[in-house]
């Protein structure tokens, strides 16, 4: 009797790890540029004070991401089949956006995976940034064109794990240790309009860019037609697990800036390339340098995963609007992988001919995202109340998430064209 209670368990645990898939890889498409630095340089300019906005950003965001595994569950569809049958020209608005951020994002996530490979190589190999976006680029390109979903699946599962255990590892290391603040610091208030760029960038990106709820849902579909017997239930497991893991992970993030830099005197660097040595010194500070080697490793596939999540969602994403737009039944394998190609050299030239630029670039696409975010929202909003069992506090959170959304938005709006200031 005893042994086949285990033989059940383990099969229980076995089936509900091969449940998991799209809501991990939103998660690793979410913990990239956002989480590595946007929230831990939160932590180090302004210490605790920017957590409420981490909070409040995952919390207000969360049903509109939910909604993407909610309605494919329940209808058989993505959510851009959806987009599609509410109005032609939300799907056109919907294609034309997510181009352009599909190619400024992977532009961002494989320079950022450049800058990282290059701390772990060693001096002498002196390989410059585009030299080395090239090869993570291409060894991107040919992960997805070789192992295709599947081995995507199972890869970012361990990558996520990894990562999640040495960030906690380091911040508890640190929470132990007396902070160091100099003598002359004086703390800096974000709650000024001076800040709210930074905020704001900070919010589009957390977790992730609305239209990845889109993402995800293709991803659903891709994981159903391997796996029929997946439920909704264990569908939406995953998916609170992944976004979980991501919106904690940003406070761990902001913990580790807020107690190893905030107040010591060190010049944060505000560029993204540039912070990453700074980032990988928290570790070494706080763990011991011998861990140098090894932070560098896991945050390279970090970002590595990031990035082949990143190529593979917009390219997915885009076959999938190119379709509907020219009413075809499905995208085949050859339709993809040209996506794939595509996005992938897109991505590199925009780091060759605008590498310089590309830091403002990535803030630009963030608070982009932030202000696109009521639109999209709304979008998944209005299919979800089409369906049946959305809960009451599903919607009463859906709502105050529009009105904080917009709310934000036409605050940032109204400063940048001048009429508050």
């Avoid at 970012?156 to 380091?170: C, D, G, H, Q, S």
């Avoid at 896991?298 to 990143?310: E, Q, W, Y």
């Avoid at 917009?406 to 001048?418: E, K, M």
Wanted: glycine share 8%; proline share 3%; net charge positive.
């Amino acid at each position: 009797m005893n042994i086949s209670l285990i033989v059940r368990s383990n099969a229980v645990i076995t089936m509900n790890w091969k449940a998991f898939g799209p809501g991990i890889l939103m998660a690793s498409a979410a913990i990239g540029a956002s989480h590595l630095i946007s929230s831990t340089q939160a932590g180090a300019l302004y210490g605790w004070q920017l957590a409420i906005f981490i909070v409040l950003a995952n919390l207000f965001k969360y049903p509109f991401f939910r909604f993407g595994v909610d309605y494919t569950y329940e209808s058989g569809k993505s959510l851009v089949e959806g987009y599609a049958q509410k109005s032609r020209a939300y799907l056109y608005l919907f294609f034309v956006m997510a181009f352009i951020s599909g190619i400024i994002s992977t532009g961002a996530v494989a320079m950022l995976c450049a800058v990282i490979l290059g701390e772990l190589l060693p001096e002498s190999w002196s390989l410059s940034i585009p030299m080395l976006s090239v090869i993570s680029v291409l060894a991107s390109w040919l992960f997805l064109v070789a192992g295709r979903y599947k081995l995507l699946d199972g890869a970012t599962k361990w990558i996520v794990i990894l990562l999640t255990i040495t960030t906690i590892l380091a911040v508890a290391i640190a929470m132990g240790k007396p902070s160091v603040v100099a003598p002359d610091f004086v703390p800096a208030s974000p709650f000024n309009l001076a800040a709210l760029g930074f905020i704001v960038a900070l919010m589009g990106w957390m977790p992730a860019p609305i239209e990845i709820s889109a993402i995800t849902s293709l991803w659903t579909i891709q994981k159903r037609r391997e796996n029929p017997k997946l439920t909704h239930e264990q569908g939406l497991l995953d998916f609170n697990v992944g976004f979980l893991a991501s919106a904690i992970l940003a406070i761990v993030f902001l913990a580790l800036g807020a107690l190893v830099q905030y107040g010591s005197g060190q010049e944060i660097q505000l560029v993204g390339g540039k912070y990453v040595g700074q980032l990988i010194g928290m570790y070494t500070q706080t763990i011991g340098e011998w861990s140098g080697l090894l932070v560098a490793s896991i945050a390279f596939l970090c970002m590595f995963g990031s990035t082949i999540t990143v190529i593979d969602g917009y390219a997915r994403l885009n076959a999938e609007s190119v379709r509907l737009i020219r009413k075809k039944h499905h995208f085949g394998k050859h339709t993809l992988r040209a996506w794939l190609s595509f996005f992938s050299v897109a991505g590199l030239v925009l780091i060759l001919y605008f590498g310089s630029a590309l830091t403002s670039m990535l803030k630009f696409a963030m608070i982009m995202a932030f202000v696109s975010a009521p639109v999209f929202a709304w979008l998944n909003f209005a299919l979800a109340r089409e369906q049946e069992h959305l809960h009451r506090w599903l919607r009463v959170l859906s709502w105050a998430g529009l009105v904080f959304l917009t709310g934000f938005a036409l605050l940032f709006l109204s400063h940048f064209f001048g009429i508050l200031s």
